[in-house]
């Protein structure tokens, strides 16, 4: 089920950003009901033309936002999008702090000049040492110590998504609506600022706070201590690989008794959970050839009506194929210029058991809204070609 749930309605976003970490600030702020207007370069969000691993990046973060395109080296395009300001709830942008404040466009400057407005700024860094630093996703991987806790010793490795610059998205959008609310109490605009490499610290914390209390480091997570007697994964008898734990002292009675293994059970070395843990080296191998003997589809159905925690290794692509992924509700078809549809997710909460659709998702070609969002604002024929451009490439 769906519902047309939209709590900020009638809230007016501009948005100036590339990649990742800001278009979903703006995306998430559309889906729940915001007209989020994106500002792009003349020759359109470089985002767009990116191929391989980078070809979802657009068409995922930016669906459902309307598109103008502005020249904002001219004195015209930055006049235009002041007067998109002028009307406007909030400001995303994901600039350098430099760059934004050479086009006169500095957040404390938006401040003073729109008393209001919610700027939300998207950097790889808050205030302070680094604050002037490039940062990328990997980048501030490698410098929180998160590459180094997913894979091996001496061999960092990034997570398999671009998850923090999802997250410093949600931040932002998260910072946004504290913002929204502040201002309902106080009637004034506000300075957001999320940082990409705190985020990532934030993800890490888990870990910091182990070394702060036990002073020990945590060991990579492959070669991480177990705290519970099953967490692996293994093979079928098809040769298939399914992830299967057992984290409680029940759940080791009822994966025993699944497996036909009731030799652990009546160990009297494996009473308890600590001594099923500190066993691992050798009831493992136990497990890992019960499991071979017996077929997927047998164990899956057994796990799944027994509470056992289990799951099949699944490639992305193959969510297309997963019947709750596909249940409805759960994904939204879109629609790229060119009249391409595809699928991606919905937002992961529901609201009243259903899943909140903030209205059109499809993504529109560059500057397809200019002229009717510009002369919404006020502008002439010949200030919107100036604006965006399209003066001097005539």
């Not at 370069?41 to 979802?56: F, H, I, N, Q, Y």
């Not at 910072?175 to 934030?202: I, P, S, Y």
């Amino acid at each position: 089920m769906t519902t047309d749930i939209r709590p900020l309605a009638g809230y007016r976003v501009i948005e100036m950003t590339h990649m990742i970490m800001g278009p979903s600030c703006g995306m998430f702020l559309g889906m729940l009901g915001a007209e989020v207007i994106k500002v792009e370069p003349p020759e359109g969000d470089k985002t767009r033309a990116l191929t391989g691993m980078g070809r979802g990046f657009y068409p995922t973060f930016n669906r459902g936002k309307k598109s103008v395109t502005l020249d904002l080296k001219s004195d015209a395009g930055q006049d235009a999008l002041h007067r998109l300001l002028e009307g406007a709830d909030v400001f995303v942008e994901n600039f350098r702090d430099q760059s934004l404040a050479k086009m006169g466009f500095a957040p404390e400057v938006l401040k003073a000049r729109y008393p209001s407005l919610i700027v939300s700024s998207l950097k790889g860094f808050l205030k302070g040492p680094y604050e002037n630093r490039t940062a990328m996703d990997e980048v501030v991987q490698m410098m929180t110590g998160m590459a180094y806790m997913t894979g091996p010793t001496g061999r960092p490795l990034r997570i398999g998504s671009s998850a923090n610059d999802i997250m410093g998205g949600l931040f932002g959008a998260f910072a946004v609506l504290a913002a929204l609310m502040q201002r309902e109490k106080d009637g004034e605009g506000h300075l957001v600022r999320t940082g990409l490499f705190e985020n990532c610290l934030f993800l890490v914390a888990q870990h910091m706070v182990q070394f702060d209390i036990e002073g020990r480091e945590a060991p990579p997570m492959p070669e991480r201590e177990f705290s519970w007697p099953v967490y692996d994964i293994f093979e079928t008898s098809e040769g298939r690989q399914i992830f299967i734990g057992a984290v409680t002292e029940g759940q080791w009675v009822t994966l025993c008794n699944i497996l036909g293994l009731q030799e652990l059970l009546a160990d009297p070395a494996l009473q308890t959970r600590m001594n099923q843990i500190n066993a691992r080296d050798r009831t493992i191998p136990v497990v890992t050839e019960a499991v071979r003997s017996r077929s997927f589809d047998d164990l899956i159905a057994a796990f799944e009506d027994a509470g056992i925690p289990f799951s099949p290794i699944h490639r992305p692509a193959e969510m297309y194929d997963d019947p709750h992924v596909t249940r409805p509700g759960g994904l939204f078809t879109s629609s790229l210029p060119d009249g391409t549809t595809y699928r991606a997710p919905a937002m992961p909460f529901e609201i009243d058991d259903q899943t909140l659709v903030g209205g059109n998702l499809d993504i529109v070609a560059s500057g397809a809204d200019t002229h009717s969002v510009l002369s919404s604002v006020g502008l002439t024929e010949t200030e919107i070609a100036a604006a965006s451009g399209m003066e001097t490439a005539a």
